[in-house]
């Protein structure tokens, strides 16, 4: 598929993944929409980019995403592809008092159920496009999870098992689907887990702008493709790979 000239929507663009896919998009000649829920961080990212329009929208809640999808309609109507790049996170272990069901529910509805309504939505206008794609940006620990990310973890689970079978689903139309499988990644987002150490996010837009133009659906970015294929061969040793030493 083309990565130029397409009219693009990021969510969770202000920032890290989204932020450098946002700019090297709009380097490339597309007109890509951004959306955050705060106002400050995606307004300060689309004043340093070009061609890039920033819109206020949780993708948690239902009426952002509604108004979200009028918007689109109605001044973007070329759209058509759609990054779902938004996510939440919290570290901890499931052990006595951490609070699981709690972080665990605000995960799962952030990174999966969320993306799922957002996807419905938007499929009426993508379907109407010559060509169209879905980027579901998912994570390495969807394979082999981290204990200290375990509701994380299994939403990133639950989103992998739902882009296989959207790619399924629409196979036979013009809208493709991929999913962006990252490694640590040297965000803010990350700084917890420490993400300094982590790939670049510059890195990780430029796979995905890679794997677009090539069609290559499930793309494992940096060391997450070893890591894929030991667990191909063995998931325990996998595991305790992503969890050494915790």
Same mark, same amino acid.
């Given at each position: 598929m083309k990565t130029s000239n397409n009219t693009v929507l990021i969510t969770g663009g202000g920032a890290g993944i989204g932020f450098q896919t946002a700019k090297l998009l709009s380097e490339k000649g597309n007109q890509v929409i951004i959306t955050g829920r705060n106002a400050d961080t995606i307004n300060k990212a689309a004043a340093q980019l070009k061609n890039v329009t920033p819109i206020v929208s949780d993708v948690s809640k239902e009426e952002d995403v509604l108004a979200l999808a009028a918007r *689109? $309609? $109605?001044d973007f109507p070329s759209l058509n592809i759609v990054i779902n790049n938004a996510a939440a996170a919290h570290l901890y272990k499931l052990e006595a008092g951490a609070n699981a069901y709690s972080k665990a529910a605000e995960e799962m509805h952030t990174n999966y159920l969320s993306v799922i309504r957002l996807n419905e939505i938007l *499929?009426?206008?993508l379907s109407q496009q010559p060509a169209a #794609?879905?980027?579901?940006?998912?994570?390495?620990v969807a394979i082999t999870p981290g204990s200290r990310l375990p509701g994380y973890a299994a939403s990133k689970a639950a989103l992998h098992?739902?882009?296989q079978t959207l790619r399924h689903t629409l196979a036979d139309t013009n809208i493709k689907v991929f999913e962006l499988m990252p490694p640590l990644v040297n965000t803010e987002f990350s700084r917890e887990i420490g993400g300094e150490n982590g790939m670049p996010a510059a890195g990780v837009a430029a796979a995905l702008t890679d794997a677009i133009a090539s069609d290559e659906y499930e793309i494992h970015v940096g060391n997450t493709a070893e890591l894929? $294929? *030991?667990f191909l061969s063995s998931? #325990?040793?996998a595991f305790a790979v992503m969890n050494g030493g915790n």
């Open positions: *689109l $309609k $109605k *499929l009426p206008l #794609a879905i980027v579901n940006v998912s994570s390495i098992s739902y882009t894929y $294929k *030991l998931p #325990a040793q």
